[in-house]
């Protein structure tokens, strides 16, 4: 016989102002099995839980109805106050009396009506809830951070600090990322590689370390504690055991058109290379696709020069497996191409840049050595415009409709760090709106603006000309004194949006988290979890979440790197016990459940069965591994002979409560 | 047809926990009204919802079924609201043989984030299911309360 109390919380006036809570707690004390009904003003509260640990020992529930807020708030709170007074914690069931009546609804007898409808319900439910106990399973004391910029270095340097083992997967041949490529930071005008090139060392000498470049995740199965993940080392056609980077190869090579990322296309580089000076892991990489040995089979020029002997022609992509207990994702941001803007004139005038393209050419590692001249005819340019938010904050296709957060900032740098070299140029920035929130950030921009004379202009470039002299017409309105403007600008700069890495969207499928629209990754609370993904074991660590300066992502790749050294730091994890399983003696081994699994948690295996005239027969049955099963109950709709059920959620509850509802 | 002012529809929304009961509870936080016909029965995944779910609550007296999951490709559990939908297109043709109306049967894709979307969906569909009128056609008369 069931012993069921049920426990109808105010939630001061939240519940009770719409909802007759008495009227509430006296209907369902008259269900089958309900011995004790009660409320009270905060059921979470310290003194609530004791109501109801108390009314546990006192009656000796056998199963307990909190009508309350929704059970994605206390649930956890009421399990564990159940189980501190000997309750199986999955004895209790919450009726979302708040988030789904009171708050919705005005009418009183309506809202009172629906809570009671939705108690009977969770009362019919509880009535057939089985006692259930989690299982543990170990944690690999092992972590993986995906990206290799300054996320991924910060996070895989604080796992390591914290004594465990932690292995970088870079697509790139080198790590460091966008910031590598960035030449001042703001609001403290220092040198990015100079902050950044210790700690890529840092992470290169770590012995807790292991840098995979030049590599990407192919496969991640498993589970929290607990991943099998497949990394492809890609063939770099050079043994990076043997190379010393010295460059000779580098030196050598006869292919030497060969447009340079690492400068944003503005240079050109080698077929066989090493992104920048101080790259890590210092060694070359040949490029196949302008290599004239993998191309054509003649020249092996670069492999003539290597006195290490490291060029090997017939290197191929190879395999990795390992196992991991936490994964970080840290893969990171890319600038947008502009080329869609038909009226910046981007894709066909070379003195139209982006501003990560005015990064490099403003580095003393760019093209230009560090003087600024225009890509076109490498002259000095007079007069500059930035055009602020191209392709931030749009609603049409072409753009993002999100604010990218650190164009006005860097904006600010490039105009403070012109005038401040060349004080005879111009500089001119066409703004929506200056949006400069952060520590000394304001400041900085005013700096711009009083200090350096930058002039600062709201409003939007309509059209960029350029002209048969060499020079570009900038047409644009001045939104404050209300004019139409002509500039005769030298240069033009685009203040692009940002977007996550193209390599995030099917890492997220792998990875099995969520995503947003913008393909950023989403977190599993805005606000209380901003650096876990919904799925247990993974992390985010830097833009990947979300456009972010350089302190904010350290900030978060360290918080990100706390999360995983929590959970690293276990032995074993409770599972979810909410999992499938599947009754032997109805099974018929069709496999339909082992296809539909998407965590390949139904094996099948051959069992004895005594038969009704007492001889034995062997047969296929599925058999689930709880540890690998999430619980999303796919198998339990495809078994067509319904052997396959969901603890927590089974057939026979759902029925309950259906039945409870249309009553 | 005529519609019966006072005719007030039992709804059973089945909502996955990850998105769509997750909007349901932001609808409700941010005190978007919709009618209290409309009762959430929470399950792990919209995949987790058997067809026979459904009718069983029209032969227990629904009037009503509305099955809320994540949006294609943002299931928790990556695949599962692909299984939904292909499952509910069958229950579809199946109720269709019946001859129950379809719209009294409805799958809609809810994020956590659609607040304001579930409000409007459950207006929409109580509306809807009004203008059909009471479900005659699979109640159990013996189900029919007194
Ligand atoms: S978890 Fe929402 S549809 Fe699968």
């Known amino acids: 016989m069931q012993r069921i109390g049920v426990f109808v919380c105010h939630c001061g006036t939240n519940i009770a102002a719409t909802v007759d809570?008495?009227?509430?707690?006296?209907?369902?004390?008259?269900?089958?099995?309900?011995?004790?009904?009660?409320?009270?003003?905060?059921?979470?509260?310290?003194?609530?839980?004791?109501?109801?640990?108390?009314a546990i020992k006192e009656h000796n529930l056998?199963?307990?109805?909190?009508?309350?807020?929704?059970?994605?708030?206390?649930?956890?709170?009421?399990?564990?106050?159940?189980?501190?007074?000997?309750?199986?914690?999955?004895?209790?069931?919450?009726?979302?009396?708040?988030?789904?009546?009171?708050?919705?609804?005005?009418d009183i007898a309506s809202a009172t009506d629906k809570a009671i409808v939705l108690g009977k319900a969770a009362v019919a439910k509880v009535h057939l809830n089985a006692p259930l106990t989690a299982g543990e399973s170990p944690v690999v004391k092992?972590?993986?951070?995906?990206?290799?910029?300054?996320?991924?270095?910060?996070?895989?340097?604080?796992?390591?600090?914290?004594?465990?083992?932690v292995d970088?997967?870079?697509?790139?041949?080198?790590?460091?990322?966008?910031?590598?490529?960035?030449?001042?930071?703001?609001?403290?005008?220092?040198?990015?590689?100079?902050?950044?090139?210790?700690?890529?060392?840092?992470?290169?000498?770590?012995?807790?370390?292991?840098?995979?470049?030049?590599?990407?995740?192919?496969?991640?199965?498993?589970?929290?504690?607990?991943?099998?993940?497949?990394?492809?080392k890609k063939a770099r056609f050079v043994d990076e055991t043997k190379c010393t980077g010295c460059g000779l190869c580098t030196e050598k090579c006869p292919m030497k058109k060969v447009p340079n990322e690492f400068n944003m296309g503005l240079d050109n580089r080698t077929a066989v290379y090493i992104p920048f000076a101080q790259a890590v892991p210092k060694v070359a990489t040949i490029d196949p696709n302008y290599c004239l040995m993998l191309k054509n089979g003649k020249?092996?020029?670069?492999?003539?020069?290597?006195?290490?002997?490291?060029?090997?022609?017939?290197?191929?992509?190879?395999?990795?497996?390992?196992?991991?207990?936490?994964?970080?994702?840290a893969t990171g941001f890319n600038p947008i191409k502009p080329d869609k803007y038909d009226e910046f004139a981007y894709s066909y005038c070379p003195d139209v840049v982006t501003s990560l393209e005015l990064e490099r050419l403003m580095n003393a590692a760019g093209p230009n050595g560090g003087t600024l001249l225009r890509p076109s005819d490498k002259t000095h340019p007079h007069t500059i415009v930035f055009v602020q938010c191209v392709g931030s904050r749009c609603d049409d296709e072409k753009g993002k409709p999100y604010c990218s957060k650190i164009c006005c900032m860097y904006t600010a740098k490039h105009a403070m760090l012109i005038r401040e070299k060349y004080p005879d140029t111009e500089v001119y920035v066409f703004y929506i709106d200056v949006r400069t929130?952060?520590?000394?950030?304001?400041?900085?921009?005013?700096?711009?603006?009083?200090?350096?004379?930058?002039?600062?202009?709201?409003?939007?470039?309509?059209?960029?000309?350029?002209?048969a002299d060499g020079k570009i017409d900038v047409q644009a309105s001045d939104l404050l004194a209300n004019e139409q403007l002509h500039i005769n600008a030298d240069m033009v700069v685009l203040a692009t949006a940002i977007e996550p890495d193209k390599t995030a969207r099917p890492l997220a499928t792998m990875l099995t988290t969520q995503m947003d629209t913008n393909d950023f990754f989403t977190e599993a609370h805005p606000k209380l979890r901003p650096v876990e993904s919904a799925t247990a074991g993974i992390f985010l660590s830097g833009a990947c979440q979300g456009p972010k300066d350089i302190p904010e992502t350290v900030a978060q790749a360290s918080a990100a790197a706390a999360k995983a050294i929590g959970l690293l730091c276990k032995n074993s994890i409770t599972c979810n016990p909410c999992v499938a399983h599947s009754d032997e003696l109805m099974c018929n081994g069709c496999s339909a459940c082992e296809k539909v699994c998407p965590y390949g948690a139904i094996t099948y295996q051959d069992k004895e069965f005594r038969m009704p005239d007492r001889s034995t027969a062997i047969r296929r049955v599925a058999s689930v591994n709880p540890a690998v099963c999430q619980g999303c109950g796919a198998c339990t709709v495809a078994c067509p002979s319904g052997a396959m059920d969901l603890n927590g959620f089974s057939n026979s509850q759902i029925m309950a409560e259906v039945d409870a509802i249309c009553k | 047809?005529?519609?019966?002012?006072?005719?007030?529809?039992?709804?059973?929304?089945?909502?996955?926990?990850?998105?769509?009961?997750?909007?349901?509870?932001?609808?409700?936080?941010?005190?978007?009204?919709?009618?209290?016909?409309?009762?959430?029965?929470?399950?792990p995944c919209s995949c987790r919802v058997n067809p026979m779910f459904i009718l069983r609550a029209f032969q227990k007296g629904a009037d009503?079924?509305?099955?809320?999951?994540?949006?294609?490709?943002?299931?928790?559990?990556?695949?599962?609201?692909?299984?939904?939908?292909?499952?509910?297109?069958?229950?579809?043709?199946?109720?269709d043989f019946l001859g129950i109306e379809r719209n009294r049967t409805r799958l809609e894709w809810v994020s956590a984030a659609e607040g304001a979307k579930f409000a409007a969906v459950m207006n929409q569909f109580v509306e809807d299911v009004k203008k059909l009128g009471p479900n005659r056609r699979l109640e159990d008369l013996r189900c029919r309360k007194q």
């Not at chain 1, 905060?42 to 108390?54: A, F, H, P």
């Not at chain 1, 840098?211 to 990407?216: P, V």
């Not at chain 1, 020249?299 to 196992?323: H, L």
């Open chain 1, 437 to 467: 929130p952060g520590k000394n950030f304001d400041e900085f921009y005013r700096r711009a603006v009083e200090q350096y004379n930058v002039h600062y202009i709201k409003g939007m470039v309509g059209k960029v000309t350029p002209k």
């Open chain 1, 299 to 329: 020249c092996g020029v670069c492999s003539k020069v290597c006195t290490a002997g490291a060029i090997d022609y017939k290197q191929t992509d190879k395999m990795i497996e390992q196992k991991y207990g936490a994964i970080v994702v």
């Open chain 1, 142 to 165: 092992r972590a993986l951070v995906i990206g290799g910029g300054i996320a991924g270095i910060q996070t895989a340097l604080d796992i390591a600090e914290a004594g465990f083992e």
């Open chain 1, 168 to 232: 970088i997967v870079e697509k790139e041949p080198t790590i460091g990322g966008k910031m590598a490529q960035i030449d001042k930071t703001f609001p403290t005008l220092d040198c990015a590689a100079c902050i950044l090139t210790p700690k890529m060392v840092e992470a290169a000498q770590n012995e807790k370390i292991t840098i995979h470049s030049f590599s990407e995740v192919a496969d991640v199965k498993g589970f929290v504690g607990n991943f099998t993940v497949t990394i492809k």
């Open chain 2, 64 to 95: 009503g079924v509305i099955l809320c999951g994540c949006h294609p490709g943002d299931c928790h559990y990556t695949s599962g609201n692909y299984f939904t939908r292909r499952r509910i297109t069958l229950l579809y043709s199946m109720l």
């Open chain 1, 62 to 106: 056998t199963g307990v109805v909190v009508c309350s807020c929704s059970p994605r708030m206390h649930e956890n709170t009421f399990r564990k106050a159940a189980a501190s007074a000997g309750l199986n914690p999955y004895l209790v069931e919450i009726a979302n009396i708040r988030e789904q009546c009171s708050w919705i609804h005005k």
């Open chain 1, 21 to 54: 809570v008495k009227a509430v707690a006296e209907a369902l004390g008259h269900e089958a099995g309900v011995v004790i009904s009660q409320d009270y003003q905060y059921m979470c509260s310290e003194s609530g839980q004791d109501l109801v640990k108390n």
């Open chain 2, 1 to 43: 047809m005529q519609v019966n002012e006072n005719f007030e529809p039992v709804i059973v929304a089945f909502c996955c926990n990850w998105c769509s009961y997750a909007g349901a509870d932001l609808s409700g936080t941010n005190r978007l009204n919709y009618p209290s016909n409309v009762k959430i029965i929470r399950v």
